[in-house]
Protein backbone atom coordinates (compact mmCIF):
# COMPACT_ATOMS: atom_id res chain seq x y z
CA UNK A 1 0.00 0.00 0.00
CA UNK A 2 1.15 3.67 -0.33
CA UNK A 3 0.77 6.11 1.86
CA UNK A 4 0.20 9.31 0.77
CA UNK A 5 0.40 13.11 1.83
CA UNK A 6 3.22 14.08 4.03
CA UNK A 7 5.03 10.64 3.74
CA UNK A 8 5.53 10.71 -0.23
CA UNK A 9 8.14 14.26 0.53
CA UNK A 10 9.77 11.11 3.47
CA UNK A 11 13.37 10.17 2.27
CA UNK A 12 14.44 6.97 4.06
CA UNK A 13 18.18 6.07 4.15
CA UNK A 14 19.19 2.18 4.26
CA UNK A 15 21.62 1.99 7.30
CA UNK A 16 25.02 0.30 6.99
CA UNK A 17 26.43 -2.27 8.94
CA UNK A 18 28.29 0.59 10.86
CA UNK A 19 25.65 2.66 11.18
CA UNK A 20 23.06 -0.48 12.63
CA UNK A 21 25.45 -1.47 14.98
CA UNK A 22 25.94 2.53 15.90
CA UNK A 23 21.70 2.53 16.28
CA UNK A 24 22.42 -0.71 18.89
CA UNK A 25 25.30 0.43 21.07
CA UNK A 26 23.87 4.60 20.72
CA UNK A 27 20.55 4.47 21.12
CA UNK A 28 18.82 1.12 21.95
CA UNK A 29 21.68 -0.53 24.41
CA UNK A 30 21.68 2.32 26.95
CA UNK A 31 17.93 3.09 26.82
CA UNK A 32 17.49 -0.33 27.32
CA UNK A 33 19.71 -0.56 30.52
CA UNK A 34 18.32 1.99 31.93
CA UNK A 35 14.86 0.50 31.87
CA UNK A 36 12.00 0.74 29.65
CA UNK A 37 9.33 -0.49 31.79
CA UNK A 38 11.20 -0.32 35.20
CA UNK A 39 13.69 2.25 35.41
CA UNK A 40 16.92 0.80 36.88
CA UNK A 41 18.10 2.98 39.40
CA UNK A 42 22.34 2.04 38.99
CA UNK A 43 21.86 2.36 35.03
CA UNK A 44 20.04 5.82 35.55
CA UNK A 45 22.97 6.96 37.84
CA UNK A 46 25.26 5.86 34.67
CA UNK A 47 23.57 7.12 32.39
CA UNK A 48 23.32 10.64 33.81
CA UNK A 49 27.11 10.83 34.34
CA UNK A 50 27.88 9.06 30.78
CA UNK A 51 25.13 11.75 29.45
CA UNK A 52 23.65 9.02 27.58
CA UNK A 53 20.94 10.60 25.68
CA UNK A 54 22.57 13.87 25.04
CA UNK A 55 25.34 11.05 23.02
CA UNK A 56 22.59 9.35 21.56
CA UNK A 57 20.99 13.04 20.57
CA UNK A 58 23.64 14.25 18.81
CA UNK A 59 24.75 10.89 16.92
CA UNK A 60 21.06 10.53 15.18
CA UNK A 61 21.22 14.70 14.07
CA UNK A 62 24.58 13.98 12.74
CA UNK A 63 23.64 11.24 10.71
CA UNK A 64 20.17 13.21 9.71
CA UNK A 65 22.57 15.73 8.44
CA UNK A 66 25.02 13.44 6.85
CA UNK A 67 22.30 11.24 4.96
CA UNK A 68 20.41 13.97 4.34
CA UNK A 69 16.98 11.71 5.27
CA UNK A 70 14.23 11.67 7.30
CA UNK A 71 13.91 8.33 8.10
CA UNK A 72 16.66 5.28 8.57
CA UNK A 73 16.24 1.63 7.62
CA UNK A 74 18.21 -1.05 9.46
CA UNK A 75 17.93 -4.49 8.85
CA UNK A 76 18.35 -6.76 11.47
CA UNK A 77 18.57 -10.06 12.17
CA UNK A 78 14.33 -11.26 12.01
CA UNK A 79 13.61 -7.48 12.80
CA UNK A 80 13.46 -4.49 10.53
CA UNK A 81 13.06 -1.03 12.14
CA UNK A 82 12.52 2.41 11.06
CA UNK A 83 14.20 4.97 13.33
CA UNK A 84 12.52 8.14 12.35
CA UNK A 85 15.16 10.95 12.17
CA UNK A 86 12.18 13.90 11.20
CA UNK A 87 9.58 15.28 13.30
CA UNK A 88 7.15 15.45 10.90
CA UNK A 89 7.01 11.66 10.47
CA UNK A 90 6.41 12.22 14.19
CA UNK A 91 2.26 12.56 14.06
CA UNK A 92 1.73 10.72 10.48
CA UNK A 93 3.00 7.54 12.62
CA UNK A 94 0.58 8.40 15.66
CA UNK A 95 -2.49 9.64 13.92
CA UNK A 96 -2.53 6.83 11.24
CA UNK A 97 -3.55 3.24 13.72
CA UNK A 98 -4.71 1.39 10.70
CA UNK A 99 -1.46 0.79 9.33
CA UNK A 100 0.71 1.64 12.46
CA UNK A 101 -0.30 -0.47 15.71
CA UNK A 102 1.32 -0.03 19.02
CA UNK A 103 0.72 -3.72 19.91
CA UNK A 104 4.53 -4.40 18.69
CA UNK A 105 6.28 -7.42 19.41
CA UNK A 106 9.17 -6.29 21.76
CA UNK A 107 5.72 -3.85 23.92
CA UNK A 108 3.68 -7.31 23.44
CA UNK A 109 6.06 -9.60 24.92
CA UNK A 110 6.94 -6.77 28.14
CA UNK A 111 3.51 -5.89 28.92
CA UNK A 112 1.55 -9.49 29.00
CA UNK A 113 3.71 -10.06 31.72
CA UNK A 114 1.63 -8.27 34.07
CA UNK A 115 -1.64 -7.19 32.25
CA UNK A 116 -1.93 -9.79 29.44
CA UNK A 117 -5.42 -8.11 28.33
CA UNK A 118 -4.27 -4.41 28.51
CA UNK A 119 -5.67 -1.86 25.92
CA UNK A 120 -1.89 -1.30 24.35
CA UNK A 121 -1.24 -4.92 23.37
CA UNK A 122 -4.82 -5.80 21.83
CA UNK A 123 -6.33 -5.16 18.74
CA UNK A 124 -9.40 -5.40 16.78
CA UNK A 125 -12.40 -4.42 18.58
CA UNK A 126 -11.33 -5.80 21.88
CA UNK A 127 -9.12 -3.31 21.78
CA UNK A 128 -11.64 -0.78 21.38
CA UNK A 129 -13.41 -1.84 23.78
CA UNK A 130 -10.80 -1.74 26.45
CA UNK A 131 -9.32 1.65 25.10
CA UNK A 132 -13.36 2.79 25.47
CA UNK A 133 -13.23 1.97 29.31
CA UNK A 134 -9.99 3.89 30.03
CA UNK A 135 -11.40 6.99 27.98
CA UNK A 136 -14.50 6.87 30.00
CA UNK A 137 -12.96 6.14 33.79
CA UNK A 138 -9.96 8.56 33.32
CA UNK A 139 -12.45 11.34 31.26
CA UNK A 140 -9.71 11.60 28.65
CA UNK A 141 -10.56 14.96 27.45
CA UNK A 142 -11.92 16.67 30.91
CA UNK A 143 -9.13 18.80 32.80
CA UNK A 144 -10.91 18.77 35.45
CA UNK A 145 -11.94 15.14 36.65
CA UNK A 146 -15.72 14.20 37.63
CA UNK A 147 -14.18 13.16 40.95
CA UNK A 148 -11.67 16.22 41.37
CA UNK A 149 -13.08 16.69 44.45
CA UNK A 150 -12.53 13.73 46.50
CA UNK A 151 -9.10 13.06 44.54
CA UNK A 152 -8.19 16.60 45.80
CA UNK A 153 -8.67 16.70 49.13
CA UNK A 154 -6.93 12.83 49.44
CA UNK A 155 -4.08 14.23 47.26
CA UNK A 156 -3.58 17.22 49.80
CA UNK A 157 -4.24 14.79 53.05
CA UNK A 158 -1.62 12.70 51.62
CA UNK A 159 1.18 15.17 50.26
CA UNK A 160 0.14 17.28 53.81
CA UNK A 161 1.97 14.04 55.80
CA UNK A 162 4.65 13.89 53.28
CA UNK A 163 5.54 17.03 54.17
CA UNK A 164 5.25 16.76 58.00
CA UNK A 165 7.88 14.05 57.51
CA UNK A 166 9.93 15.94 55.17
CA UNK A 167 9.98 19.21 57.88
CA UNK A 168 10.56 16.80 60.84
CA UNK A 169 13.87 15.36 58.97
CA UNK A 170 14.35 18.98 57.00
CA UNK A 171 15.88 16.79 53.92
CA UNK A 172 13.44 15.00 51.06
CA UNK A 173 14.97 12.09 48.92
CA UNK A 174 13.31 10.56 46.27
CA UNK A 175 12.53 7.43 48.86
CA UNK A 176 10.65 10.03 50.90
CA UNK A 177 8.87 11.15 47.98
CA UNK A 178 7.71 8.27 46.75
CA UNK A 179 6.75 6.26 49.75
CA UNK A 180 4.51 9.68 50.12
CA UNK A 181 3.38 9.21 46.14
CA UNK A 182 2.53 5.62 46.34
CA UNK A 183 0.05 6.41 49.53
CA UNK A 184 -1.53 8.94 47.36
CA UNK A 185 -1.70 7.30 44.20
CA UNK A 186 -3.17 3.94 46.11
CA UNK A 187 -5.71 6.11 47.44
CA UNK A 188 -6.82 7.72 44.31
CA UNK A 189 -7.16 4.61 42.51
CA UNK A 190 -8.69 2.56 45.07
CA UNK A 191 -9.63 4.69 48.26
CA UNK A 192 -7.69 5.56 51.41
CA UNK A 193 -8.23 1.60 52.53
CA UNK A 194 -5.18 0.41 50.28
CA UNK A 195 -2.96 3.71 50.73
CA UNK A 196 -0.35 1.58 53.31
CA UNK A 197 -0.72 -2.33 51.16
CA UNK A 198 2.47 -1.95 49.27
CA UNK A 199 2.14 -6.08 48.18
CA UNK A 200 0.26 -5.25 45.11
CA UNK A 201 2.90 -3.08 44.01
CA UNK A 202 6.09 -4.89 44.73
CA UNK A 203 4.51 -7.87 43.31
CA UNK A 204 3.84 -5.14 40.16
CA UNK A 205 7.20 -4.10 40.49
CA UNK A 206 9.03 -7.72 40.12
CA UNK A 207 7.27 -8.69 36.84
CA UNK A 208 7.58 -4.85 35.74
CA UNK A 209 11.71 -5.81 36.18
CA UNK A 210 11.17 -9.12 34.45
CA UNK A 211 9.45 -6.78 31.68
CA UNK A 212 12.49 -4.94 30.76
CA UNK A 213 14.22 -8.33 29.12
CA UNK A 214 10.67 -8.36 27.49
CA UNK A 215 10.81 -11.33 25.16
CA UNK A 216 14.66 -12.19 26.84
CA UNK A 217 12.86 -13.79 30.43
CA UNK A 218 10.00 -16.32 31.04
CA UNK A 219 6.76 -15.06 31.51
CA UNK A 220 6.05 -15.72 35.66
CA UNK A 221 2.11 -17.03 35.31
CA UNK A 222 1.65 -17.34 39.28
CA UNK A 223 3.06 -14.24 40.12
CA UNK A 224 0.90 -12.57 37.54
CA UNK A 225 -1.65 -14.66 38.87
CA UNK A 226 -0.90 -13.00 42.36
CA UNK A 227 -0.95 -9.51 40.97
CA UNK A 228 -4.43 -10.08 39.59
CA UNK A 229 -5.76 -10.90 43.04
CA UNK A 230 -4.50 -8.43 44.77
CA UNK A 231 -5.60 -6.08 42.03
CA UNK A 232 -9.28 -7.76 41.97
CA UNK A 233 -9.57 -7.36 45.80
CA UNK A 234 -8.24 -3.96 45.70
CA UNK A 235 -10.84 -3.15 43.21
CA UNK A 236 -13.62 -5.07 44.88
CA UNK A 237 -13.26 -3.05 48.34
CA UNK A 238 -12.81 0.60 46.19
CA UNK A 239 -14.10 2.92 48.20
CA UNK A 240 -16.87 5.90 46.61
CA UNK A 241 -15.02 8.64 45.06
CA UNK A 242 -11.91 6.47 43.90
CA UNK A 243 -10.83 5.56 40.43
CA UNK A 244 -11.74 1.70 40.63
CA UNK A 245 -14.74 2.45 41.71
CA UNK A 246 -15.66 4.92 39.24
CA UNK A 247 -14.66 3.04 36.41
CA UNK A 248 -16.68 -0.13 37.98
CA UNK A 249 -19.75 1.95 38.21
CA UNK A 250 -19.52 2.48 34.54
CA UNK A 251 -18.36 -0.94 33.22
CA UNK A 252 -19.30 -3.52 36.14
CA UNK A 253 -18.11 -6.72 35.92
CA UNK A 254 -15.34 -6.07 33.02
CA UNK A 255 -13.82 -9.13 33.45
CA UNK A 256 -10.58 -7.14 32.15
CA UNK A 257 -10.80 -4.12 34.18
CA UNK A 258 -7.88 -5.09 36.45
CA UNK A 259 -5.64 -5.30 33.13
CA UNK A 260 -6.02 -1.75 32.70
CA UNK A 261 -5.82 -0.80 36.41
CA UNK A 262 -2.29 -2.37 36.27
CA UNK A 263 -1.93 0.00 33.22
CA UNK A 264 -2.89 3.22 35.68
CA UNK A 265 -0.38 2.27 38.48
CA UNK A 266 2.41 1.42 35.54
CA UNK A 267 1.59 4.83 34.50
CA UNK A 268 1.56 6.29 37.82
CA UNK A 269 5.29 5.34 38.49
CA UNK A 270 6.77 7.19 35.84
CA UNK A 271 4.42 10.42 36.48
CA UNK A 272 6.17 10.42 39.85
CA UNK A 273 9.50 10.55 38.48
CA UNK A 274 8.15 13.24 36.66
CA UNK A 275 6.61 14.76 39.08
CA UNK A 276 9.95 14.76 41.22
CA UNK A 277 12.18 16.15 38.61
CA UNK A 278 9.48 18.96 38.08
CA UNK A 279 10.29 19.65 41.84
CA UNK A 280 13.79 20.06 41.18
CA UNK A 281 13.29 22.60 38.18
CA UNK A 282 10.91 24.71 40.42
CA UNK A 283 13.15 24.81 43.20
CA UNK A 284 16.07 25.72 40.96
CA UNK A 285 14.04 28.59 39.03
CA UNK A 286 12.92 31.13 41.15
CA UNK A 287 10.86 32.94 38.77
CA UNK A 288 9.13 30.20 37.51
CA UNK A 289 8.45 29.00 41.09
CA UNK A 290 7.39 32.12 42.15
CA UNK A 291 4.64 31.87 39.40
CA UNK A 292 3.48 28.48 40.12
CA UNK A 293 3.01 29.39 43.88
CA UNK A 294 1.18 32.26 43.11
CA UNK A 295 -1.51 30.21 41.38
CA UNK A 296 -1.24 27.85 43.75
CA UNK A 297 -2.28 30.20 46.64
CA UNK A 298 -5.18 31.33 44.94
CA UNK A 299 -7.82 29.05 46.70
CA UNK A 300 -7.63 26.66 49.24
CA UNK A 301 -5.60 23.68 48.06
CA UNK A 302 -7.76 20.81 49.27
CA UNK A 303 -10.28 22.49 46.18
CA UNK A 304 -10.11 21.26 42.63
CA UNK A 305 -7.87 23.37 40.50
CA UNK A 306 -6.69 23.85 36.93
CA UNK A 307 -3.47 24.92 38.17
CA UNK A 308 -2.46 25.68 34.10
CA UNK A 309 1.06 26.51 34.91
CA UNK A 310 2.27 23.87 37.25
CA UNK A 311 0.53 21.50 35.21
CA UNK A 312 2.46 23.11 32.20
CA UNK A 313 5.64 22.49 34.24
CA UNK A 314 5.08 18.99 34.53
CA UNK A 315 4.58 18.60 30.71
CA UNK A 316 8.06 20.73 30.72
CA UNK A 317 9.40 18.15 32.61
CA UNK A 318 8.35 15.23 30.39
CA UNK A 319 9.78 17.03 27.38
CA UNK A 320 13.06 17.53 28.79
CA UNK A 321 13.03 14.13 30.53
CA UNK A 322 10.69 11.71 29.10
CA UNK A 323 9.90 8.83 30.74
CA UNK A 324 9.05 7.28 27.49
CA UNK A 325 12.02 7.44 25.71
CA UNK A 326 10.52 5.22 22.49
CA UNK A 327 7.26 5.23 20.56
CA UNK A 328 6.96 2.27 18.92
CA UNK A 329 4.54 0.73 16.59
CA UNK A 330 4.64 -1.94 13.66
CA UNK A 331 3.05 -1.84 10.69
CA UNK A 332 0.38 -4.40 10.18
CA UNK A 333 0.90 -4.13 6.00
CA UNK A 334 3.60 -3.36 3.59
CA UNK A 335 4.10 -0.05 2.49
CA UNK A 336 5.93 2.45 0.77
CA UNK A 337 7.60 4.97 3.09
CA UNK A 338 9.17 7.69 1.81
CA UNK A 339 11.48 6.28 -0.63
CA UNK A 340 11.76 2.86 0.81
CA UNK A 341 9.59 -0.52 1.05
CA UNK A 342 8.70 -2.10 4.20
CA UNK A 343 7.21 -5.32 4.80
CA UNK A 344 4.24 -5.56 7.44
CA UNK A 345 5.52 -6.14 11.26
CA UNK A 346 8.61 -3.48 10.63
CA UNK A 347 9.21 -1.64 13.72
CA UNK A 348 8.96 2.13 13.69
CA UNK A 349 10.93 3.88 16.28
CA UNK A 350 10.38 7.51 17.67
CA UNK A 351 13.01 8.00 19.59
CA UNK A 352 11.55 10.81 21.87
CA UNK A 353 14.61 13.00 23.22
CA UNK A 354 15.62 13.37 19.73
CA UNK A 355 12.24 15.45 18.97
CA UNK A 356 11.71 17.05 22.75
CA UNK A 357 15.67 18.45 22.62
CA UNK A 358 16.76 18.92 19.23
CA UNK A 359 18.47 22.33 18.91
CA UNK A 360 17.90 22.12 15.73
CA UNK A 361 14.74 23.10 15.62
CA UNK A 362 13.92 24.59 19.61
CA UNK A 363 15.16 27.76 20.24
CA UNK A 364 14.24 26.38 24.15
CA UNK A 365 15.69 22.54 23.56
CA UNK A 366 17.43 22.23 26.79
CA UNK A 367 16.08 25.33 29.09
CA UNK A 368 13.14 24.89 31.44
CA UNK A 369 9.90 27.19 29.64
CA UNK A 370 6.89 26.22 31.31
CA UNK A 371 5.29 29.21 29.17
CA UNK A 372 6.07 26.99 25.82
CA UNK A 373 3.04 24.82 26.34
CA UNK A 374 0.82 27.89 27.51
CA UNK A 375 1.81 30.02 24.22
CA UNK A 376 1.24 26.96 22.10
CA UNK A 377 4.59 26.49 21.03
CA UNK A 378 5.25 23.21 22.60
CA UNK A 379 1.53 21.89 21.49
CA UNK A 380 2.19 23.00 18.00
CA UNK A 381 5.50 20.73 17.42
CA UNK A 382 4.87 17.32 15.98
CA UNK A 383 7.68 15.20 17.69
CA UNK A 384 7.05 16.67 21.27
CA UNK A 385 4.78 14.11 22.63
CA UNK A 386 5.14 13.97 26.11
CA UNK A 387 1.80 11.73 26.20
CA UNK A 388 1.67 10.47 23.24
CA UNK A 389 0.02 12.03 20.38
CA UNK A 390 -3.25 11.00 18.11
CA UNK A 391 -5.52 7.89 19.09
CA UNK A 392 -3.44 6.40 21.07
CA UNK A 393 -2.75 9.35 23.34
CA UNK A 394 -2.42 8.81 27.25
CA UNK A 395 -6.35 8.62 28.32
CA UNK A 396 -4.75 9.57 31.26
CA UNK A 397 -3.38 12.37 30.99
CA UNK A 398 -5.73 14.74 32.45
CA UNK A 399 -5.56 12.59 35.45
CA UNK A 400 -1.81 12.49 36.00
CA UNK A 401 -1.89 16.69 35.34
CA UNK A 402 -4.40 17.19 37.78
CA UNK A 403 -2.38 14.68 40.82
CA UNK A 404 1.17 15.90 39.92
CA UNK A 405 0.23 19.55 39.87
CA UNK A 406 -1.70 19.30 43.30
CA UNK A 407 1.27 17.52 44.89
CA UNK A 408 3.76 20.07 44.37
CA UNK A 409 1.11 23.18 44.70
CA UNK A 410 0.89 21.43 48.15
CA UNK A 411 4.96 21.04 48.84
CA UNK A 412 5.76 24.14 47.56
CA UNK A 413 3.39 26.46 49.72
CA UNK A 414 4.59 24.49 52.53
CA UNK A 415 8.23 24.87 52.09
CA UNK A 416 11.56 25.88 50.29
CA UNK A 417 13.08 22.86 48.86
CA UNK A 418 16.58 23.67 47.71
CA UNK A 419 18.79 20.73 45.49
CA UNK A 420 21.55 19.52 47.74
CA UNK A 421 22.40 16.62 45.57
CA UNK A 422 21.63 17.50 41.54
CA UNK A 423 23.57 18.34 39.03
CA UNK A 424 23.12 22.30 37.84
CA UNK A 425 19.23 22.72 36.97
CA UNK A 426 19.41 26.43 37.19
CA UNK A 427 18.23 28.75 34.29
CA UNK A 428 22.60 29.90 33.40
CA UNK A 429 23.10 26.59 31.83
CA UNK A 430 21.78 24.02 29.17
CA UNK A 431 19.79 21.42 31.10
CA UNK A 432 21.38 18.27 31.09
CA UNK A 433 20.04 15.48 28.90
CA UNK A 434 19.83 12.87 31.32
CA UNK A 435 18.22 13.30 34.80
CA UNK A 436 18.40 10.71 37.36
CA UNK A 437 15.64 11.18 39.38
CA UNK A 438 16.56 8.63 42.46
CA UNK A 439 19.61 10.81 43.42
CA UNK A 440 18.02 14.28 43.85
CA UNK A 441 17.67 15.21 47.36
CA UNK A 442 16.14 18.17 49.39
CA UNK A 443 17.26 20.58 51.82
CA UNK A 444 13.25 21.77 53.15
CA UNK A 445 12.91 24.60 55.58
CA UNK A 446 9.29 25.53 56.18
CA UNK A 447 7.52 28.87 55.25
CA UNK A 448 6.71 31.24 57.89
CA UNK A 449 3.44 31.64 59.00
CA UNK A 450 2.94 27.78 58.04
CA UNK A 451 -0.28 27.56 59.38
CA UNK A 452 -1.75 29.39 56.57
CA UNK A 453 0.35 28.23 53.76
CA UNK A 454 -0.65 24.91 54.61
CA UNK A 455 -4.45 26.11 54.16
CA UNK A 456 -4.09 28.65 51.22
CA UNK A 457 -0.37 28.56 49.81
CA UNK A 458 1.15 31.50 51.50
CA UNK A 459 3.65 31.92 53.53
CA UNK A 460 7.50 33.72 53.98
CA UNK A 461 10.87 31.69 52.87
CA UNK A 462 13.22 31.19 55.95
CA UNK A 463 16.22 31.62 53.60
CA UNK A 464 17.45 34.51 52.97
CA UNK A 465 17.97 36.23 49.62
CA UNK A 466 20.12 33.69 47.60
CA UNK A 467 20.95 31.61 50.82
CA UNK A 468 21.43 27.95 49.98
CA UNK A 469 22.10 24.95 52.24
CA UNK A 470 25.18 22.63 51.54
Same mark, same amino acid.
Given at each position: ?82 ? /? ?8 ? @? ?152 ? =? ?10 ? =? ?33 ? =? ?102 ? /? ?61 ? @? ?8
Amino acid at each position: MNVTREEETLTTAVATAWESAQILAVVVAPTVAMGTVKRRPWAMRVGQALHIDRIAIRWLQRIRRYRRCDALLVRLPGRTLVV /VLHHRAVSSI @LDETSIFTPDTHEKHAALVKFQPHGALITRGPIRSRLRDFNEAALQIDEPIHELAGPVSRLVYDETQALMSRTLRTKRCDWTTFEEGWWKTVRSVVFGPHAKRDTDAMDTLDRLRRSANWSYLTPRKWGRRDELGRRLQDHMAAAEKGSLAAYA =QEGDPGNPDAWH =QVAHWLFAFDAAGMATYRTLALLASHPRQRELAVS =QASARPLWEPQTLPYLRASVEESLRLWPTTPFLLRDTTQALEWGSARVPAGTAFVIYTPLFHRDRERLGYADAFVPDAWLDGRARSEPGIVPFSSGPERCPGRN /VVLLVSAEVLATMLCRAEFVPLRTPNLGPDAPLPATLDPFGIRFAVAALVDNDQAAATGGGKS @LFGPGQRLH
